[in-house]
């Protein structure tokens, strides 16, 4: 009995891929059918990085082709990702060498956005993007120490600046230009969003899938400036459970609403401690309270992580979770929610400005 690419699509659309709760051929994923007698081959092209779960996915594709065309006496299928750019405020010029730009916030400070914020950068590249990340809190730059990057960048052209790289990372920080851990930014505002933007624009960015911005808490100039001339995809907002924390939380997510920048979600931070002695789970910042802004505000919940100390060690030391401990219950906490975003952002709608031609005029 042969069959035909409209039976092996009409089969694949019973398929619903786990990441995106869609089926494949909702999803765009099918590339490629080739029917060859009773051999058939395809491919499965997913607009979100997944290297991790790729073998899962062309198992469970090949699986479900056997029971629906039994027939077929030999199926293969090849899995892979490919990020695209997409869609950012209006009137904001793109920044060469990024596709797509997420920047991290949090209205309080000291809920562990920038320790969230390295490891989300490090889990996207663990599911292999190409990621860079920006450390846009030039008062308190801290992404260096977390990277463990020591020293300052160079510039080849005597205009712009190599990003430093560490962890399969790209990385920017104002902490690589001043001298000495202890040196203050004494600047104001106006000095602030002009460093941001040079940083920014003046990097040499090598073709990123994602560049996280890592934000300093609040809603002051740099938040300003980052809506409007930073071309960004989407934020996500880190807060903890503690009713403070939310509160402010809510005005940063009503910031990004009013500035036009999308919200991709929320994650919760230290939603629960687990004693190392005796194991015993607490919420000790209070339970429940990301999840209620979420529906209150109708933005998604991304997930929640633990109040560990070793999430704190190891970025202390230069080496984040997802780094040192790669195999361990928190890493594949954070790869689940970089996960999400990823296929977040892929839904959103794309830019289609690179497809336009330029028009050059010339005197002939």
Known sequence: ?????????????????????????TGKSVKNIKVVG????LDILLGYPAQSVWDDIRAAVETHLKTALPSASKISVSVASRVVPHAVQRGVALVDGVKNIIAVASGKGGVGKSTTAVNLALALAAEGARVGILDADIYGPSQPTMLGITGQPVSRDGKSMEPMSNHGLQSMSIGYMIAGDDA????????????????LRQTRWDNLDYLIVDLPPGTGDIQLTLAQKVPVTGSIIVTTPQDIALLDARKGLKMFEKVGIKIIGIVENMSTHICSKCGHEEHIFGAGGGAKMCADYDVEFLGSLPLDISI?????????????????????????????????????????????????????
């Open 38 to 41: 009773t051999e058939l081959s």
């Open 184 to 199: 203050p930014m004494v600047w104001r505002g106006p000095m602030v969003t002009q460093a941001l933007d040079q940083l």
């Open 312 to 364: 704190r060690e190891y970025a202390d030391s230069g080496k984040p979770t997802v780094v040192a401990a790669p195999d361990s219950d928190i890493s594949k906490t954070y790869k689940t929610i970089a996960r999400r975003i990823a296929v977040k952002v892929s839904e959103m709608a794309q830019d289609h400005s690179a497809a336009f031609p330029k028009i050059v005029i010339q005197n002939t």
């Open 1 to 25: 009995m042969s069959f035909s690419d409209t039976d092996v699509l009409a089969a694949l659309k019973n398929l619903i891929d786990a990441n995106t709760q869609k089926d494949f051929v």
